[in-house]
Nanobody
Framework: VQLVESGGGLVQPGGSLRLSCAAS????????MYWYRQAPGKQREMVAL???????DYADSVKGRFTISRDNAKNTVYLQMNSLKPEDTAVYYC?????WGQGTQVTVSS
């Protein structure tokens, strides 16, 4: 099983980023997929999830700003992040309830 995140980087407050997680080694379409994040000195927290049926849920801190989606044909889950704030700075991880990706750094700073 592999979960490979990409798309992180440095962005100014108010900016946008789109994270991708390419999955392989399991039947992607049957799994709920999650985005988590971990800021320095803090616990890892769930950001968003998308079920196998396409239902979504979000942490209160990102509702209205982040959108999770999936493309089962490409075995990929996305996280569109808009109106980014400095407190969104963290390593973002893809997760399928069994395996974690390696993470991608998102830094929001002027």
């Amino acid at each position: 099983v592999q979960l490979v995140e990409s798309g992180g980087g440095l962005v100014q407050p108010g900016g946008s980023l789109r994270l991708s997680c390419a999955a392989s080694g399991f039947t992607f379409r049957t799994y709920a997929m999650y985005w988590y994040r971990q800021a320095p000195g803090k616990q890892r927290e769930m950001v968003a999830l998308v079920t196998s049926g396409g239902s979504t849920d979000y942490a209160d801190s990102v509702k209205g700003r982040f959108t999770i989606s999936r493309d089962n044909a490409k075995n990929t889950v996305y996280l569109q992040m808009n109106s980014l704030k400095p407190e969104d700075t963290a390593v973002y991880y893809c997760y399928n309830l069994r395996y974690w990706g390696q993470g991608t750094q998102v830094t929001v700073s002027s």
